[in-house]
C-alpha cells in the first residue's frame, strides 16, 4: 500500500471542491438575503435563504462541468443554481435588483478577505504542517477573487448583465439581458478567446492588488 501515489492535481482538485461549493453557496445565499430584505422571500420559500452548499448545487454546473474539466484538463469551470428573484416584489425594483445582482460578486470579493485573513494568521504564527492549510487559504483568495470579476462580465446570464440593464434600462438592454442560450455562447466566445488572457490579467492584478 506504501507504493500507492496520489497525483498533485488530484490533491489539488479535491481541494478545489470544497472551496467551490462553498464560495458558491456564499454567492447565492448572497443574493437571497438580500432579495428577501427588500420584499422577495421567492429564494427564501423555495429553502434557498441558506448557505448549505446543497441546496444550491446544480447536478451539470457544480457537479458534471468541473470533472469534465478536471478529467480533460480544460478550464475548471462550473456555477450554482441560480437563485431565482421576482424584482415585481421589490419596493424600488431597478435600484433594489442593483442591490441584490451586486451582492453576490460582492460576498465573494469579502469572502476572499476571510482566506486572506487566514492566510496571514497561518504566516505570523508559522505553525508546524500547515502547508496544506495555507494552500486551501490561497485558493480560497484565488478562485473568490476570480469569482467577483468572473461575475461581473456583462455577457448575459452573469450577474454583470443584469447591473448593466439596473444601470441603464431601455429596450436595447433589456433585449441584451434576454439573449437566453445566445449570451451562453457568447460567454463561451470570450473564454475561448485572446480576451481571456487579459480578464486573467485583471484578475492577477486586484490580488496582487489587495492580497499581497
Known amino acids: 500500500m506504501s507504493g500507492i501515489q496520489v497525483s498533485e492535481k488530484l490533491i489539488s482538485f479535491l481541494i478545489f471542491l470544497p472551496l467551490f461549493f462553498i464560495s458558491l453557496a456564499v454567492h447565492e445565499f448572497s443574493h437571497a438575503f438580500f ?18 452548499p446543497v441546496k444550491h448545487i446544480d447536478l451539470v454546473g457544480s457537479i458534471l462541468m468541473p470533472l469534465i474539466a478536471f478529467s480533460s484538463g480544460y478550464l475548471i469551470i462550473g ?16 435600484k433594489n435588483d442593483l442591490v441584490v445582482t451586486a451582492a453576490g460578486p460582492v460576498s465573494n470579493f469579502l469572502l476572499a478577505f476571510v482566506f486572506y485573513f487566514i492566510l496571514m494568521l497561518l504566516n505570523n504564527f508559522n505553525p508546524a504542517g500547515m502547508h496544506l492549510i495555507k ?3 490561497w ?29 441603464f434600462p431601455g429596450e436595447l438592454t433589456a433585449k441584451y439581458l434576454n439573449l437566453g442560450i445566445y449570451g451562453t455562447v457568447l460567454l463561451f466566445v470570450f473564454i475561448y478567446s ?3 488572457s487579459m480578464f486573467m490579467g485583471l484578475v492577477s492584478f486586484l490580488i496582487d492588488l489587495f492580497f499581497t
Not at 456555477?79 to 431597478?94: C, E, M, Q, S, Y
Open 139 to 167: 485558493l480560497g483568495i484565488y478562485f473568490n477573487v476570480f469569482l467577483f470579476a468572473f461575475n461581473l462580465l456583462p455577457i448575459p446570464p452573469l450577474d454583470g448583465s443584469h447591473i448593466l440593464y439596473d444601470l
Open 35 to 52: 432579495a428577501n430584505k427588500f420584499g422577495d422571500d421567492t429564494a427564501k420559500k423555495l429553502g434557498r435563504l441558506t448557505l448549505n
Open 194 to 196: 485572446p480576451l481571456w
Open 135 to 137: 494552500k486551501v487559504a
Open 79 to 94: 456555477w450554482a443554481k441560480p437563485v431565482p428573484v421576482n424584482r415585481n416584489n421589490f419596493r424600488n425594483p431597478l
